[in-house]
């Protein structure tokens, strides 16, 4: 049975290295089958100074073939091969990946499952496909993971500095590679500080960890975070508080794996050190924001709160006393029923003075607003734009809470009568609902019971306008309302969830955020045979922003879209689920937060390897 050689070329060597001079083609190898063999060039020596190969216990090395006179390469196996491909600098986060990077935590973290596991699992991928059918060709193994080989290849600088250490004599020169920088181990030094303020970072680490611990306690009690933004930011700010050093132990753990090549996925903690300083740079962002938002406020407060007095007076008690009134005196010449119309006018109308002289005059009057405004501007000088508009859109809800109030009151009756309505039709075609079984049966009515549902049928369907032009009109009023607040917290979702620092990366370098690979056709230089060339895929713009594409169609169908619009004619409710909203926002962070004791015992085992390796 025949072999194939597929080899794996650097695109900074070229075959004219030394012209008019024979020269050998050093390989390392790969993958060794009984059909297919597969080497990445390591070396091109002069056929004067090649003596030859040592054996070697931890790598394959051979000699794949020369290079003659005329820059001809010539392979000892006729069955061959050669894909070009760029030396990836480790350093600088470059690598190969079978398929886009992961930018948030997997579902299956939460659930126990080993990365290597994740990494070898199969998954639809157009590249995948394509190479499987070409290595099928050459390969019977069907069970070919070229994510391995990827692999090899992004440690090929650490694989071309152990051959040279090896064989002194067949270092390369300085005009075969170029710019190709080797890890170097020395800078590494530079990152141990002195003992004491390692243990005091660790303490206040600790600290932190214990504040949040009693943050999360006093949540779980009280349930704040289902009804406050604040709340809820403060959860999150938490959350990566305690996330912040698991990540930087990955980050540290991935440097050493690929210095001392004692993992066979070196990139698989590289989405950690994304998310880590993709967070870092929205919480300087954040900052920043505030502090610009913070000097506004705190120079215009005094004229902001006598506008907001003025407006919140108007748009959340003035007008909607007035569209009361309206809605009990026969609206645009519709006929209701008085006595129900002045019932519901009557009650929300002392709602209103009510909340208006409990909290809403107090809450409005600009001294308060003033105050309000002043706390604003310094919790975003502290803590970040976000806490700002955190804090604004808990205020807007508490002012409304009247008319949260007066959609729920007018829902719910609406819901009883159509329910009511709907029960008593059923009545007169001879069914009922059957409630356990979900569904709706034949049953036989004697004749009084008939003419009752006529009578109470007749009753509810003269009412009915009358509770549609009230639940209809607060229905509004919630719109309006839940559409500021979904707005608002959108922003503070982009504030707090933007792929800023990836965006930076695919602009700057797009190479440090693989997205895939693909092979293209090399015709640069003529010979008997066409090279491939393999090239990496930067992430797309759409898997960046795939969680907030998922959020916006999320808020678009649950409140910009038909399905509202059959929930307000059902008389279902309509409410903000921040809670839902933040799920696939959250997806950066990992489901359960580490314990203390764990941390504790992972930064004692982190400072006992970083004292070893300095006294090594």
């Given amino acids: 049975m025949s072999i194939k050689l597929q080899i794996y070329w650097p695109s900074s060597f070229s075959y004219d290295i030394n012209r008019n001079a024979k020269s050998k083609v050093i390989g390392l190898s790969l993958l060794a089958d009984q059909c297919l063999h597969i080497f990445v060039v390591l070396s091109i020596i002069p056929t004067s100074n090649f003596k030859g190969l040592r054996k070697n216990n931890y790598a394959h090395y051979e000699m794949l073939g020369d290079i003659d006179e005329n820059c001809e390469f010539h392979c000892k196996n006729k069955k061959y091969e050669i894909i070009i491909f760029a030396i990836p600098n480790m350093r600088r986060m470059q690598f190969y990946s079978l398929r886009p990077i992961e930018l948030s935590v997997e579902k299956s973290f939460a659930n126990g499952i080993n990365n290597s596991e994740i990494q070898n699992r199969q998954f639809d991928c157009e590249n995948y496909a394509k190479l499987q059918s070409l290595c099928l060709q050459y390969n019977k193994r069907k069970d070919l993971d070229f994510q391995k080989i990827l692999n090899k290849l992004n440690l090929y600088e650490l694989q071309l500095k152990i051959f040279e250490q090896e064989y002194q004599e067949y270092k390369a020169p300085v005009g075969i590679l170029k710019n190709l920088k080797i890890f170097s181990t020395s800078a590494c030094n530079l990152l141990y500080l002195h003992a004491l303020i390692k ?321 293209k056709i090399n015709n640069k230089r003529t010979s008997n045979f066409c090279d491939l060339e393999l090239k990496s895929t930067s992430l797309s713009v759409s898997l960046m922003f795939k969680n907030f594409s998922k959020l916006t169609h999320e808020l678009s169908s649950e409140y910009f879209s038909i399905r509202t619009l059959k929930n307000i004619i059902s008389g279902d409710r309509i409410y903000v689920n921040r809670n839902q909203l933040y799920v696939m926002l959250y997806s950066s962070l990992p489901p359960k937060v580490i314990g203390i004791s764990e941390l504790r015992k992972l930064l004692r085992v982190r400072e006992a390897s970083r004292v070893d390796t300095k006294y090594e």
């Fill in 199 to 519: 243990k005091v970072v660790i303490i206040f680490v600790l600290f932190l960890r214990l504040l949040c611990e009693i943050w999360f306690k006093f949540c779980a009690i009280t349930k704040l975070e289902i009804f406050s933004i604040t709340a809820l930011q403060i959860n999150l700010r938490c959350q990566q508080i305690c996330y912040f050093p698991l990540q930087y132990l990955n980050i540290q753990k991935r440097k050493k794996e690929v210095q001392i090549l004692s993992s066979d996925n070196p990139c698989a903690s590289y989405p950690h050190y994304i998310r880590f300083y993709n967070t870092m740079w929205l919480i300087i962002n954040d900052i920043s924001f505030g502090i610009t938002l913070n000097s506004f406020l705190i120079m215009n407060s005094e004229k902001i709160s006598i506008f907001l007095n003025y407006y919140l007076e108007l748009c959340f008690v003035t007008t909607v006393r007035k569209i009361t009134i309206f809605l009990s005196n026969s609206p645009l010449g519709i006929k209701l029923n008085y006595e129900l119309a002045k019932f519901l006018s009557d009650l929300f109308l002392w709602i209103i003075d009510f909340c208006h002289e409990m909290y809403i005059k107090f809450a409005i009057s600009p001294k308060i607003l003033s105050l309000l405004i002043k706390t604003m501007g310094y919790s975003s000088y502290i803590c970040g734009a976000t806490f700002a508009l955190s804090l604004m859109i808990d205020f807007l809800s508490l002012l409304t809470l009247h008319l949260q109030l007066f959609y729920r009151i007018s829902s719910k009756i609406y819901k009883w009568q159509l329910n009511i309505m709907i029960s008593l039709f059923y009545l007169f075609c001879g069914k009922k609902r059957n409630v356990l079984r979900k569904r709706v049966d034949k049953n036989h009515f004697p004749l009084d019971v008939l003419l009752m549902g006529i009578l109470i049928f007749i009753i509810l369907v003269f009412l009915l306008p009358t509770v549609s032009a009230f639940y209809l009109s607060y229905s509004a009023f919630e719109m309006f309302v839940i559409t500021i607040e979904v707005w608002l917290e959108t922003i503070v979702m982009l504030l707090n969830h933007f792929p800023l620092f990836v965006l930076m990366l695919k602009i700057k370098e797009p190479s440090r955020v693989p997205g895939g690979i693909l092979f």
